[in-house]
């Protein structure tokens, strides 16, 4: 089953705004993983998305920074249920 990963740091309003849509989107898929990581964890995902976050990944590549559409997570989520059935 895919995995949705949203990136954030503390004190990201933007991060805040992302987190409850990310989560409603994949309660909508059971079986989906959800996890987030802050980038203050890890010096390369730190390096590579300072500018970028919040970041959502699905299976590891990137789907949308800054913004979340609901919509178009849920359609990518549908995809990669479909690749990994």
Partial sequence: MPTVTLLTKPGCHLCDDARPIVEGVVADHPGVTFVE???LDDDALREEYAEDIPVVL????VHSNWHVDAARLDQAITRAEEVSA
């Fill in 37 to 39: 990581r802050s980038i």
């Fill in 58 to 61: 699905v299976d590891g590549r």
